[in-house]
């Protein structure tokens, strides 16, 4: 997923409860983990303020399940 730095990132669940895992000492966002309910949408906010450019690696859960691994790359202005 390539994004601007001024740009958010949307996940969404419709049967099962989404959580997206960040590496704690590699997140772009103010938060490593995002959790939602069902048909919720989970949104990551922009990156920090600061944040160069880079490719950050996130898990994807399912009911707690590793379903996917993801990657949210921020683009150089």
């Known amino acids: 997923?390539?994004?601007?730095?001024?740009?958010?990132?949307v996940w969404v669940a419709e049967s099962g409860n989404?959580?997206?895992e960040f590496d704690p000492q590699r997140c772009p966002f103010s938060s490593n983990?995002?959790?939602?309910?069902?048909?919720v949408r989970l949104i990551s906010g922009t990156?920090?303020?600061g944040l160069g450019p880079g490719s950050f690696k996130y898990r994807l859960l399912i009911n707690d399940h590793v379903i996917a691994h993801g990657e949210v790359i921020i683009r150089g202005k």
Request: glycine share 4%; proline share 14%; aromatic share 4%.
């Open 1 to 9: 997923m390539l994004i601007e730095a001024t740009d958010q990132v």
């Open 18 to 20: 989404l959580r997206i």
């Open 33 to 39: 983990v995002f959790q939602a309910p069902p048909g």
């Open 47 to 49: 990156p920090r303020a």
